[in-house]
């Protein structure tokens, strides 16, 4: 049984930043893909960043050169490096884990990331 747990979000100034971690257990992970996905209210959920077993990543365009993504598959984590946080970078924010041959998801209960002055 697979199991996601972020932490990691809260309220932050425009501008300022945040660090989402997701630890992830119950499986080994060397094979998946590792990721965030967002949703805002009244939103449908999008990707924000993902990255491969091999360390490629995939960045959606409303974050690229603020968010950085990255992977430690001795610790089993995923964490996205949150700068230069705007009032639309409020959401709840989602980790997620998925095996590309069997197309099998997993997705951890999200952690809110508010951006207010």
């Known amino acids: 049984q697979v199991q996601l747990v972020e932490s990691g979000g809260g309220l932050v100034q425009p501008g300022g930043s945040l660090r989402l971690s997701c630890a992830a257990s119950?499986?080994?992970?060397?094979?998946?893909?590792m990721g965030w996905y967002r949703q805002a209210p009244g939103r449908q959920r999008e990707l924000v960043a993902t990255?491969?077993?091999?360390?490629?990543?995939v960045y959606a365009d409303s974050v690229k050169g603020r968010f950085t993504i990255s992977r430690d598959d001795a610790k089993n984590t995923v964490d996205l490096q949150m700068n230069s946080l705007k009032s639309e970078d409020t959401a709840v924010y989602y980790c997620?884990?998925?095996?590309?041959?069997?197309?099998?998801?997993?997705w951890g209960q999200g952690t809110q990331v508010t951006v207010s002055s």
């Open positions: 997620n884990v998925k095996w590309p041959v069997s197309g099998t998801n997993y």
């Open positions: 990255v491969t077993s091999g360390g490629s990543t």
């Open positions: 119950g499986s080994t992970f060397g094979f998946s893909h």
